[in-house]
Structure formats: structure tokens, C-alpha cells
């Protein structure tokens, strides 16, 4: 009898320890309110080639509001010139669920970006974007991985027959760096959505790795993000703030949430 209990005190007291230690749920942020832009800054780039920037929270031309479509209260993006929305909050260790689609309106593109560790500067990557590590919404390279202003990673890819560099999980490490023909790594399946159809995407961040999923399968992954300044790696590049693109083409979103983990599950990574 003694060693019945005993058994049975040993096996609770295992299953209270695991509890103990297990990951709790974290709760969801959302990061639009389907209200306003609060939480949010914009910065807008010239209405005209090598003109000057509109700059921070000027945006005559309606680039970002929120709109009723169908009923449900959206983020609209217009497109027609280049510009950011960028929240105020940096982010580390995390999952993000975003959905997208597309619009009628197209003035070069459908084209637009999921900036992530954002940090630095309005303008650095291409005159109008903070450095960042870029998840491409360009449709047709839903997830491809691009380097924008001043950041590095390495990514398992291969160097096809047009000397474009494609993500597999099998490759060996390469760098991605700015200004080379590695700064871009595309993706390694297309799984985008039909125009006119809600696309979406995910992104797991967890320490020095990042991997981006579209419409639930993973298609990219980022290893040792880091800064680069003056042609090297200066310092792990794990936090910073998100940003999303105005980029030619017409652009509505919806339920932006993020929330905190303490791992990204193993299995996105085999």
C-alpha cells in the first residue's frame, strides 16, 4: 500500500513539475484596431523621381486609412507612392499572423513588404524605409527574403540557371547582403491565393531566426540576423520595429496580431 502512494505522489509530482516548466499561451496583441491607426507612424516618399521625402505623419494623399470594405473595417494602402507604416513598439520573440490581399488599383505593382526589426532611420533602405529584414507581399514572390538598407542573415539556398539565389532547406549557408545579388533570396514554393482572395501570412521570429509562412506553409527561413554597416556584421540584429509598404499597388489588410514565444515550434525548421 505504502508503495501505491508513493508511486502515485512521484507520478503527480512529475506532472505538477511539468506544468511548472511547460510554456504558458501568450495572450494575442492586436496591432490594428480596426478604428484608427493608433499605435502607427507613416512616413511618405516623394510624390516625384529624386524629389524630397513628405516626411513623418504628412500624408496628404490618403496613402494609409482604415476603410469599410464588405462590411469589415480594413487597413487600406493606396500604393500610388512609396511610403511606410511603421508601429511605434519594437518587437522580440515573436509570432505575427497577418492577412492581405490585393485591390483594383495598380500604379507600377502589386507589390508591398512585411518589414520586420526595423531599427535606424526613416530613408535608409531605398530612400524611404528603416533597415529592416523584408517578407516580400510582391505578388508572385510571396515570402521571398530581402535584405533592405543596412542588414544581414544567412539563408540555405542554391544559385539556379538565371543566377537567382532560391531558399532549401537541404542547401548550405549563405550570406544575404546588401547591395550584392545575394541582398534578395527567393522563395522556395509559391503558395499566394488568387487576387481578390485573403492571403495569409506568418512570422516567427526567435532570437537570430526568422521564418516566414504563407498561407500556412513555410516557404523561407533567416538564419543570424544581424546589422551591417561599412561592409561588415556590427551586432545581432534580433528586435525592432514593424513596418509595411506602400509600393505600387493597391493593398487591404486585416487582423494584425503578434504575440510572444519562447520558441519557434521545431517543426517549421525541419
Known amino acids: 500500500m505504502r508503495q501505491t502512494i508513493y508511486a502515485l505522489l512521484l507520478i503527480a509530482g512529475v506532472v505538477l513539475s ?25 512616413f511618405v516618399g516623394p510624390k516625384e523621381k529624386d524629389g524630397e521625402p513628405l516626411g513623418l505623419n504628412n500624408d496628404p494623399l490618403d496613402i494609409f486609412t482604415v476603410k469599410d470594405l464588405n462590411g469589415e473595417k480594413v487597413l487600406r494602402i493606396s500604393g500610388e ?94 550570406a544575404s547582403v546588401p547591395k550584392t545579388e545575394t541582398v534578395i533570396v527567393a522563395k522556395d514554393k509559391d503558395y499566394e491565393k488568387p487576387k481578390g482572395e485573403w492571403n495569409r501570412i506568418e512570422l516567427y521570429c526567435y532570437g537570430r531566426t526568422s521564418v516566414h509562412l504563407v498561407n500556412g506553409k513555410v516557404n523561407m527561413i533567416n538564419f543570424n540576423s544581424a546589422k551591417y554597416l561599412e561592409g561588415r556584421k556590427v551586432e545581432p540584429l534580433t528586435k525592432g520595429k514593424i513596418q509595411i509598404q506602400s509600393e505600387g499597388g493597391e493593398l487591404f489588410i486585416r487582423n494584425i496580431k503578434i504575440r510572444s514565444i519562447d520558441q519557434i515550434p521545431p517543426k517549421l525548421l525541419k
Open 18 to 42: 511539468s506544468m511548472a516548466f511547460s510554456p504558458a499561451k501568450k495572450n494575442w496583441k492586436l496591432l490594428f484596431n480596426g478604428k484608427d491607426l493608433s499605435g502607427w507612424e507613416v
Open 81 to 174: 507612392i512609396n511610403a511606410s507604416i511603421a508601429t511605434l513598439e519594437e518587437f522580440e520573440n515573436y509570432h505575427l499572423v497577418m492577412e492581405f490581399r490585393w485591390g483594383d488599383k495598380k500604379y507600377t505593382k502589386f507589390n508591398s513588404g512585411l518589414l520586420y526589426h526595423s531599427y535606424g532611420d526613416f530613408g535608409a533602405g531605398l530612400g524611404v524605409w528603416m533597415s529592416s529584414h523584408e517578407f516580400q507581399l510582391w505578388t508572385g514572390h510571396i515570402g521571398d527574403s530581402y535584405r533592405m538598407g543596412n542588414t544581414w542573415c544567412e539563408i540555405t539556398a542554391t544559385k539556379n540557371s538565371v543566377d537567382k539565389y532560391v531558399f532549401s532547406k537541404t542547401a548550405d549557408h549563405i
